[in-house]
């Protein structure tokens, strides 16, 4: 008796195993995709995996929203630390790949069937070389880029009586000294003629610093192969520019983006933001309100093109993947024209391909969203983050310095940026 | 044959038991091993001998955080203790509505410090603070309560305080209604007035409540974490960035898990000898 019983113990115990191995092999077969969880994105995903599945019965894909969390960059350290990660994930921001290019958990794209002559296809080599990891392989496929620019309310240009809204330095001085207003007269500012957030946040520096470094600098790196880059006259005249606009009170010290958005209340003129800002702008304007969008300020007599931080966010592969080639050959689905367009339409964020200005396939989008047209235009003009596992670190370094010249005038440009440098190499000393 | 008396006290601690050595026992020898590594979590863990300790030692913002903990527990536990024994002894006397004001002394208390926290975020705006609004109406200069590096650290150490004073006057109540009336009956035959009879009678009598209170609001003030973290991010210029929050940052935002680890072994000494010390002063004074 008590040998039969433990026959049938193996028996259900095998069948139990049996049936958990063939459902895991069910679920290898099908990739896992997480998406952005918000819900443009969402439906872009559902879009693309549709028609993939439809198209690919042996092959499928499960999209999913990134699981909810205090950020997806949270989330995602968290995957990789428990081995959960998905197979593809669609929302990397580019400073974060080469950490976890270098803890070897991302799939070196460039070792993939033709990687490499797509990749060459849709971008530009400039962003190549700019993606490319520090060991010289390629783990992130650019995606989408989302330029930070000036907004300026159109209402208040004309009423300053310039015919364009400021481009220089100078420029911006003159504009902002016009524009302050106290209107009580309690011999406080009221009115600002821009706005940058004060907070020493790391990546609150991507709306300030960051964007006008590169404006001035021509797309300069803030670090290479990690040695500091930023140690030059660009930074330097940006904290100047800066230091500048705050002493003066054109822009606020507060924290005004704690009460209703000052751009639209008419507290201030300006602001750098990016394209994200017009559905916004479009549902919450008041009535006659206008607005347009330029190229950041640059120091006076700058020369050639105006360069901008592009917010890039780009797609993985995790090791844990496998069948990266299928990963892959699904990918590309999801960044051809064709998706670009609906990437476009849906989302209202760029695809990061070269000609996307002057490529009539998207012509129609562009005529129909002319504010959408001025950021394309700059896209050829835009800069992503250097390959450097300890970006964030550096990004703080550099707005602790920014807190202590800008904001509060205790250091000059010189010595703050000397200081900011000395920390960064330091780090890399580590 | 096993003593089943013998395993019964073993099975009865063993939940305690088990608790103890997965949350507590587990994570602090855990956490000793992380101070002799670098660790980002994502990358295998790399031995670094001491390198943390001595950088520890060559970190001006840890010394500095740590200074911005002493300074707020400097303006805290007075604070605290005075304004709470003042309004325990209000409310130890018969005044009309004493309980209505005991119950809205202590609502702060059970309120969010994150609710709290932003509450007294908006009062101390610059711009668009009521604070300032109050004063510039009056015809006094608008003050930078969290934008002024000088200040930052008193104006989160008196937000702490009306977050916390519930708490201790609840204790200094009990305290208060310990002490015989006796002795406050022979002290007005003796013709004491009512400042002789606190100082003489009521301070030396609760100072095992003052000292519980010393206690619990230094272990509290060197926890200081939600306060700068909501309403300063620990600025402005490092100003109020306290000790917890730099270990927080250095943990899980840069992901330096060996010298967080390292920070936090070291601050928990400091918080183990200023208790000591504190101990050893007030059990000398009694």
């Known amino acids: ?430 | 044959m096993i003593n089943k008396k013998k395993i019964l006290p073993y099975l009865l601690v063993s939940p305690y038991l088990v608790h103890f050595m997965l949350f507590v026992a587990f994570p602090v020898g855990f956490s000793i091993v992380l101070t002799f590594h670098k660790w980002n979590i994502i990358s295998p863990m790399e031995f670094t001998g001491l390198n943390n300790y001595i950088r520890l030692f060559n970190d001006k913002t840890f010394i500095r955080s740590i200074s911005n903990t002493l300074i707020f527990l400097v303006i805290h536990i007075p604070l605290q203790i005075i304004v709470a024994l003042f309004l325990a002894e209000i409310l130890n006397q018969k005044i009309k509505l004493r309980g209505a004001f005991r119950g809205a002394f202590f609502l702060p208390v059970i309120v969010s410090g994150v609710v709290v926290t932003i509450l007294w975020q908006q009062l101390y705006g610059y711009d668009t603070g009521l604070l300032n609004r109050l004063l510039t109406g009056i015809g006094i200069g608008k003050i930078g309560w969290l934008t002024d590096p000088n200040i930052a650290m008193a104006s989160i150490a008196v937000m702490a305080t009306w977050k916390n004073v519930g708490l201790y006057i609840v204790l200094f109540l009990v305290g208060l209604q310990t002490v015989p009336t006796q002795y406050y009956e022979a002290a007005d035959l003796e013709g004491a007035n009512h400042l002789q009879k606190f100082f003489r009678i009521t301070l030396p009598m609760i100072n095992p409540t003052i000292f519980m209170v010393v206690i619990l609001s230094t272990i509290g003030g060197f926890s200081l974490f939600i306060e700068p973290y909501i309403m300063t991010g620990g600025g402005p210029l490092n100003s109020t960035m306290s000790a917890v929050l730099y270990i927080y940052k250095q943990g899980f935002f840069y992901y330096h898990m060996g010298y967080a680890a390292t920070l936090g072994l070291f601050f928990a000494f400091i918080i183990l000898a200023v208790v000591m010390i504190q101990k050893k002063f007030i059990e000398k004074d009694h």
């Open chain 1, 1 to 430: 008796m008590k040998y039969l019983f433990n026959i049938i113990i193996v028996v259900l115990l095998s069948y139990v195993l049996i049936s958990c191995s063939s459902n895991n092999k069910d679920s290898r077969n099908a990739l896992l995709y997480w998406c952005s969880n918000n819900t443009d994105e969402i439906k872009f995903a559902k879009i693309n995996t549709d028609e993939w599945n439809k198209n690919n019965p042996n092959d499928q894909v499960k999209y999913q929203p990134v699981p909810e969390g205090r950020s997806s960059e949270e989330i995602i350290l968290a995957a990789v630390v428990g081995k959960t990660t998905p197979d593809i994930y669609s929302n990397m921001w580019q400073g974060d790949v080469e950490a976890y290019a270098q803890a070897g958990v991302l799939v070196a794209l460039d070792t993939l069937k033709g990687f490499l002559d797509f990749l060459y296809e849709r971008c530009d080599s400039v962003v190549i070389e700019e993606i490319k990891s520090l060991d010289g392989h390629i783990y992130q496929i650019p995606w989408k880029i989302n330029p930070i620019m000036l907004i300026y309310n159109i209402n208040f240009i004309n009423d300053l009586e310039l015919t364009s809204p400021p481009k220089i330095y100078s420029e911006f001085f003159d504009a902002s000294k016009k524009f302050q207003k106290d209107f009580d007269g309690d011999g406080y500012i009221d009115r600002w003629f821009g706005y940058s957030e004060v907070e020493v946040t790391w990546w609150q520096r991507f709306f300030d610093f960051y964007p006008l470094y590169l404006a001035a600098s021509g797309g300069a790196p803030l670090v290479k192969n990690n040695q500091v880059a930023f140690n030059n006259e660009y930074a330097i005249e940006v904290f100047s520019f800066l230091q500048e606009m705050y002493k003066k009170n054109y822009f606020s010290k507060e924290k005004l983006s704690a009460r209703q958005d000052v751009f639209l209340a008419g507290v201030t003129a300006t602001r750098f933001t990016g394209p994200w800002e017009i559905a916004h702008a479009e549902k919450f304007k008041p009535k006659g309100f206008e607005y347009e969008y330029t190229f950041m300020p640059v120091p006076d007599g700058h020369q050639g093109p105006v360069y901008t931080y592009g917010d890039p966010k780009n797609i993985v592969i995790f090791k844990t993947c496998k069948y990266p080639q299928s990963a892959w050959n699904y990918i590309k689905t999801m960044i051809d024209r064709e998706s670009d367009l609906k990437l476009l339409e849906i989302t209202n964020q760029l695809p990061r391909r070269k000609n996307l200005s002057s490529d009539t396939f998207f012509n129609d989008y562009f005529t129909n969203n002319p504010k959408m047209k001025i950021f394309a235009d700059q896209s050829v003009y835009v800069k992503g983050t250097d390959a450097s596992p300890v970006l964030k670190e550096i990004f703080d370094l550099i707005s602790q310095q920014y807190e202590a010249c800008v904001v509060y005038g205790e250091k000059t440009p010189e010595e703050a940026i000397n200081d900011a440098a000395d920390a960064v190499n330091l780090l890399f000393l580590e």
